[in-house]
């Protein structure tokens, strides 16, 4: 019989959720390299050698997390802790991914606001720009080979990047482009489909009717712009980008730039430039750009709200539609509607992209960093950290033969 000072048993919950705190908190500290780099590096801790779930187990889990809005890598950790230790789990391991990067976002915040007037930090930003660009142009090119698989597809990608420079919101693109989308492949059974996507019915379940009436609260719900942010309003801004957010982090750019740029003037092009090469650089998700953006807005409880704000929905997600989100992707109309969001989002994420790059490369040198970025990320699918690291040492070499 164990005495009252000997360790808990390997299966006890106690166990359990400091293995789970330990290994996410480890892997949010290490986790460069976007969602991808993500997942390879999940699936060989708790597939390969922990073998807390099976490969099969671990694969539904990637397409669940697919399926639903949010960081795909954070829905993947989350729906771990859940399947390791139940719903306390499913918190810690959500948590314990997070936090390192919040910390090392909102470090790197401080000393932006304290010192980002300083030459050097701001040469160094210099170069970091022109790498992102490319970082994010390279990760467009190969997301649209995979979202844009056929002529139909192509066409709306290239009809929702017509709308998103035409100044339509991009919450509207991505689900607008979706229903109809959907609706145009799946042409055959309209007729008997129609009245079960509008019925009162479905307006209660987690389907389209769901996502439509989050899409009409959304756009319905803007304020006006030039107002500076209280708390309350960066935690709504936040909490509706988590909430809608498909495609992963760079899309967050496409709603950062047309809420907080456009919409709201919170923040500068420059400002935003800034923070997703920040996003970039730092390890974990990308949604941890929302820290920093929080921070140089309402300071250190703007960025503990932001952040809380843009990952809570995802949480919410994986803790009311696990038990059905393995059915849900077996449906050819959810099939339809996430292949047409998918080529919605790489429109949105190019359209961003032209935008930032107009401020970013404004002169030769970033033009070269720019290029030597992307030769190096497509002749070596080099980690984009060390190319990010690369642009900013680029930028302290500029100024010093400047």
């Not at 908190?25 to 390969?48: D, K, N, Q, T, Y």
């Amino acid at each position: 019989m164990p005495t009252t000072d000997s360790p808990p048993p390997p299966t006890s919950l106690t166990s359990r959720l400091r293995e789970i705190a330990a290994l996410f908190l480890r892997l949010g500290a290490i986790s460069f390299g976007g969602p991808a780099a993500h997942i390879a590096l999940i699936e060989a801790e708790i597939v390969r050698q922990r073998r807390w779930i099976t490969r099969q187990q671990f694969l539904d889990m990637v397409g669940a997390a697919n399926l639903i809005p949010g960081p795909t890598s954070t829905e993947l950790v989350i729906n771990v802790g859940f399947a390791r230790a139940g719903w306390t789990g499913l918190v810690v391991a959500g948590a314990s991914f997070i936090l390192p990067a919040a910390v090392i976002t909102g470090a790197f915040a401080w000393a932006y606001v304290r010192f980002g007037s300083v030459p050097q930090a701001g040469w160094v930003l210099r170069g970091i720009k022109p790498a992102v660009i490319s970082v994010i142009a390279i990760a467009i090119f190969r997301l649209g080979k995979t979202a844009v698989k056929d002529i139909g597809l192509g066409v709306l990608c290239a009809l929702a990047l017509c709308a998103f420079f035409l100044g339509a919101n991009p919450i509207a693109i991505l689900f607008g482009g979706g229903l109809i989308g959907m609706l145009a492949r799946r042409l055959p059974s309209i007729g008997a489909s129609a009245a079960l996507l509008i019925s009162p019915m479905n307006l209660r379940r987690p389907g389209v009717g769901v996502w439509t009436a989050l899409l009409l609260a959304t756009v319905t719900a803007a304020a006006p712009a030039g107002i500076p942010p209280s708390l309350g309003r960066i935690t709504v801004f936040f909490l509706k980008v988590g909430a809608v957010l498909y495609g992963g982090g760079y899309v967050l750019l496409a709603f950062l730039e047309q809420g907080l740029v456009r919409q709201h003037a919170w923040l500068t092009h420059q400002q935003l430039l800034d923070a997703v090469a920040i996003g970039q650089f730092t390890p974990g998700p990308v949604l941890s750009t929302a820290t920093f953006i929080g921070y140089l807005l309402a300071g250190a409880p703007g960025a503990a709200v932001a952040t809380v704000a843009i990952f809570l929905p995802s949480f919410f997600y994986v803790a009311l539609l696990a038990p059905v989100l393995f059915r849900l992707r077996q449906s050819a109309w959810i099939a339809a509607f996430l292949d047409c969001v998918n080529a919605c989002a790489v429109a949105l994420m190019a359209g961003v992209t032209f935008r930032l790059g107009v401020d970013a490369l404004r002169a030769w040198p970033e033009w070269v960093i720019a290029v030597v970025a992307i030769l190096v990320l497509w002749r070596w699918k080099l980690n984009p950290a060390w190319v990010v690291l690369g642009g900013g040492l680029s930028g302290l070499l500029l100024a010093a033969f400047r």
